[in-house]
């Protein structure tokens, strides 16, 4: 692999999937790869999970780790070519791709949507800006419309789970008080719409996925249907695609519960956090014997080692 950005730059999902999970067997065994190799983050917005797994996933391959917070620490970005910088941004992506890219190996850089224009997020505006400038191989650590070190640790944590040859795996909205971004359920459909799964698509109407990610996938529009004989229960919250950002509805009938869970097969819950209680699931099943959560986190030490190794085994050389 020389980039991760989305699932196309993967070869083989599955086979990553295999790899991740040998790799969490013995986290140290490549740790020479990235000797002498330096592993940039760059972060436009907050992060726990994506922050903590990826460092630990470069430190377990033997890398250093540089972070910066342009959203505290950095220069305010200009991201438009051709701009006349006389306004609030003091420096332009095209100079800070290529100076990261003198000091580091690979490069992840995190990057929200606006929300507010449609176009510009799906066309991933800053990621695809920035991965242009770098010299390096650039790795999402989640862009204005996907997550796909997110999805490769969910995949990973199904197949460590499931009890079954084809496990019915169901994706829930669930309500939130504010607009959040479709980057989490679009990569859990590119990915998961590949494992061998049932999958099932449920959400109240109005709150579509675009249909470049979702055409072909069995979508239910009523929840408790859905979640019948469900193996793994994959909650998530996302704003309309089709009124673009907005909230529809704030519906506390589709919050996750004990009783949404018994219809289930005794499923599992998964979640990517960091979860709102009691809002999207109640305490009873987060905190429950089916829970996933934790794990699901956990596994993305494994999901980011398995593509930085691949990236380095490719070859990954930056300037210094
Ligand atoms: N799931 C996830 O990406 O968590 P963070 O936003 O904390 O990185």
């Given at each position: 692999m020389n980039q991760f950005l989305s699932i196309d730059d993967v070869p083989d999902p599955a086979g990553l999937v295999k790899e991740a999970l040998v790799i969490k067997t013995d986290p140290f065994a490549f740790s020479h790869l990235g000797k002498n190799k330096t592993l940039g983050l760059v972060f436009l917005n907050p992060s726990l999970r994506t922050r903590m797994s990826t460092q630990r996933a470069a430190q377990n391959l033997g890398m250093d780790v540089m972070v910066l917070n342009v959203d505290k620490d950095g220069w305010?970005?200009?991201?438009?070519?051709?701009?006349?910088?006389?306004?609030?941004?003091?420096?332009?992506?095209?100079?800070?791709?290529?100076?990261?890219?003198?000091?580091?190996?690979?490069?992840?850089?995190?990057?929200?949507?606006?929300?507010?224009?449609r176009e510009a997020d799906y066309n991933e505006k800053i990621l695809r800006s920035f991965a242009r400038n770098a010299t390096v191989p650039v790795i999402s650590?989640?862009?204005?419309?996907?997550?796909?070190?997110?999805?490769?640790?969910?995949?990973?944590?199904?197949?460590?789970?499931?009890?079954?040859?084809?496990?019915?795996?169901?994706?829930?909205?669930?309500?939130?008080?504010?607009a959040l971004p479709q980057s989490v359920p679009n990569s859990f459909v590119q990915w998961i719409r590949k494992a061998p799964v049932e999958f099932v698509i449920t959400h109240p109407e109005g709150?579509?996925?675009?249909?470049?990610?979702?055409?072909?996938?069995?979508?239910?529009?009523?929840?408790?249907?859905?979640?019948?004989?469900?193996?793994?229960?994959?909650?998530?919250?996302w704003s309309s695609y089709n009124e673009y950002g907005k909230i529809l509805s704030q519906d506390s009938s589709w919050m996750v519960t004990e009783e949404k869970m018994a219809l289930t097969n005794q499923g599992s819950f998964?979640?990517?956090?960091?979860?709102?209680?009691?809002?999207?699931?109640?305490?009873?099943?987060?905190?429950?014997?089916?829970?996933?959560?934790?794990?699901?986190?956990?596994?993305?030490?494994y999901a980011a080692?398995?593509?930085?190794?691949?990236?380095?085994?490719?070859?990954a050389s930056g300037s210094n």
């Open positions: 305010q970005l200009e991201f438009e070519d051709g701009a006349i910088m006389n306004g609030a941004s003091q420096e332009h992506i095209k100079e800070a791709a290529a100076v990261i890219s003198q000091y580091c190996d690979i490069i992840g850089i995190r990057t929200f949507p606006s929300l507010q224009d650590l989640e862009s204005a419309t996907l997550h796909p070190l997110q999805s490769l640790a969910d995949w990973l944590t199904i197949e460590e789970h499931k009890t079954k040859d084809m496990p019915k795996v169901v994706l829930t909205w669930a309500p939130h008080p504010k709150y579509e996925l675009n249909s470049r990610f979702t055409a072909g996938v069995t979508i239910e529009y009523d929840q408790n249907k859905a979640l019948a004989g469900a193996d793994f229960v994959y909650a998530k919250n998964m979640h990517c956090l960091p979860v709102r209680r009691n809002v999207i699931v109640t305490d009873q099943v987060l905190d429950g014997p089916n829970s996933l959560i934790i794990n699901e986190a956990g596994n993305r030490v080692q398995a593509v930085l190794k691949s990236i380095l085994e490719n070859g």
